[in-house]
């Protein structure tokens, strides 16, 4: 019994050996989830006698339970704006939907298709498809490939609104002139300047005209500006707007231009009073001038640039100086990470002890955030691994010493009967 009980020590210690030996071999790998070892006692023999207690000797110990532990690892920047760390619970989805696994290492990379990657050349999963009338990305349903595109990657949208916060100043002579510019894009792209020239005609009393450049309209005359809109503009005591064209303060409806390269008239809505109902147009004493000026449309562009957010949407910036979301990745949570089976390759499978994985995204449903150009480190501790390697090695060396005494033992009760 002494024999067999030390052997089991020594098996159990020389696997939490092995263990502690893996968790220091990847204390660099990116997202590496350190084992924990727990040992457990085996059954013990009754022995009989007359206690009133069971008196019952042990036989020996063994392997528990070998599991790994989910504590958040380090984040490091690396300034990669496709790598990305988790900040908290879950797993990313890698792989093809008749072949998941899940993982924590966040540095992946497009391939030549434009899909973004795993550092072996799996898939990440994640939302493409967008809404068409809000343009933001669809969570809903399974996940897929996580494909951008190179090049041309969103197609120009035509200004249909554009607006001016301006100050017409009260105190200017009749017929003194002020104009404000504002780019808008054609159906195509194409970029053409609408200019809003005001002239006063009388105490807080304006007019104004809406041109296009001549050359860009057809029938226009080059290096003359063609009137697509005229109109009057008054103004309370107090600087406030009160009519446009003579009913009460609202936005203007400009009929789309027929523009000279064949793009699609689009008309245009002049923002004159902004959602409160409130003038963005003024007529205070102090300078013309205008201090904003926005509109809705914009040119063909290609990506220069890639981020991702704490929502795990795929950003991406344009030559055109705008951004869009082009995808969202897909976060995944178990009821029972401690169940998932390793699979090498900082990747993880699914059992039975883990439970259904719930896949969504970043922030919702008990998943954790996403740290963009970040990457999660190894969470292995150096000093806790060293000392449960003192405890082990130890436990191993009082398992051999029992085995020697058990033999020497042993060879006390054969030399008896000499």
């Known amino acids: 019994m002494g024999f067999s009980s030390s052997l089991s020590g020594l098996n159990v210690n020389q696997q939490k050996l092995n263990v502690i030996g893996n968790n220091l071999a990847n204390i660099n790998t990116i997202a590496f989830k350190a084992s924990t070892v727990q040992f457990m006692d085996l059954v013990s023999q009754s022995v009989g006698g007359s206690s009133a207690n069971p008196m019952q000797v042990g036989l020996g110990v063994m392997t528990g339970s070998i599991s790994p532990s989910f504590k958040q690892g380090g984040i490091e ?5 496709t790598n990305v760390a ?3 619970n879950g797993f990313f989805v890698v792989g093809d939907s008749n072949n998941r696994s899940y993982t924590r290492a966040g540095d992946f990379s497009f391939d030549a298709e434009g899909m973004l990657v795993t550092a072996e050349g799996l898939p990440v999963q994640g939302y493409t498809a967008t809404d068409a009338v809000t343009g933001a990305i669809i969570t ?3 996940p897929s490939n996580v494909v951008v595109p190179p090049g041309v990657l969103r197609a120009p949208v035509a200004t249909t609104q554009f607006g001016t916060i301006s100050n017409l100043d009260s105190g200017a002579a009749v017929n003194a002139t002020f104009s404000a510019s504002v780019q808008v894009f054609d159906a ?6 609408a200019t809003v020239g005001y002239t006063k005609t009388g105490a807080g009393a304006w007019s104004y005209t809406v041109t296009v450049p001549g050359e860009d309209v057809t029938g226009g005359v080059p290096g003359t500006p063609t009137q697509i809109k005229a109109g009057t503009v008054t103004f309370t005591a ?10 009460a303060a609202a936005d203007v409806t400009i009929p789309g231009p027929t523009w000279k390269n064949g793009a699609t008239a689009t008309a245009l809505k002049w923002d004159l009073v902004d959602a409160n109902n409130v003038g963005t147009l003024t007529g205070f004493a102090g300078p013309s001038a205008t201090s904003s000026a926005t509109q809705n449309g914009a040119a063909a562009g290609t990506i220069n640039s890639i981020s991702i957010d704490s929502d795990g949407q795929i950003l991406a910036t344009f030559g055109t100086g ?3 979301a082009v995808g969202q990745l897909a976060l995944a949570n178990f009821n029972n990470p401690q169940g998932l089976v390793k699979l090498g390759s900082n990747r993880f499978g699914e059992s039975e002890s883990a ?6 995204v970043a922030g919702t449903g008990g998943r954790g955030t996403l740290i963009g150009s ?5 969470n292995v501790d150096i000093a806790q691994e060293f000392t449960q390697m003192i405890l082990a090695q130890r436990g191993y060396q009082a398992n051999s010493k029992s085995i020697t005494v058990a033999d020497e033992l042993l060879v006390d009760t054969l030399n008896l009967k000499r």
């Open 77 to 81: 920047n690396t300034g990669v704006p």
């Open 86 to 88: 988790i900040q908290g």
């Open 140 to 142: 809903t349903g399974q």
């Open 188 to 193: 195509i792209g194409s970029p053409h300047v």
């Open 238 to 247: 107090a600087g406030a707007l009160s009519q446009v064209d003579g009913a």
């Open 322 to 324: 705008g951004s869009v």
């Open 355 to 360: 439970g259904i994985a719930n896949i969504g």
């Open 374 to 378: 970040s990457l999660e480190q190894s």
